[in-house]
């Protein structure tokens, strides 16, 4: 992977990493750099499902893509908040 790769993937896991947080209902309990992580594991991981799915690459925006990718997400920050109340 090239630097231009891994700068990318940042940047959309920040994005993933905010939009899965908005879409899980309540206050959650872990901060903006778990979120990031949570976003850019996702973004990765998304990525590779919606590839081995065969709709990684469509014309114009991949929809199913950035769905897969925020679910995982949101799927994420809720386990990492249940975690965190816990403690």
């Known amino acids: 992977m090239e ?3 891994i700068i990318s993937a940042i940047v959309i896991g ?8 908005l879409v899980v209902p ?5 901060g903006i ?4 992580v949570v976003g850019i594991v ?3 991981l998304g990525a590779a499902i919606a590839s081995g ?6 014309k114009g925006i991949d929809w199913i893509e950035w769905l ?16 965190r109340v816990r403690r």
Do not use: W, Y
Not at 68 to 83: K, S
């Open 53 to 58: 799915l065969g709709v990684a690459d469509t």
């Open 3 to 5: 630097i231009s790769g």
């Open 26 to 30: 309540g206050r959650q309990h872990i």
């Open 33 to 36: 750099v778990l979120t990031i």
């Open 42 to 44: 996702a973004a990765l």
């Open 68 to 83: 897969i990718q925020i679910g995982l997400a949101a799927v994420g920050i809720a386990a990492l908040d249940r975690t």
């Open 14 to 21: 920040i994005i993933i990493g905010v939009l899965g947080r």
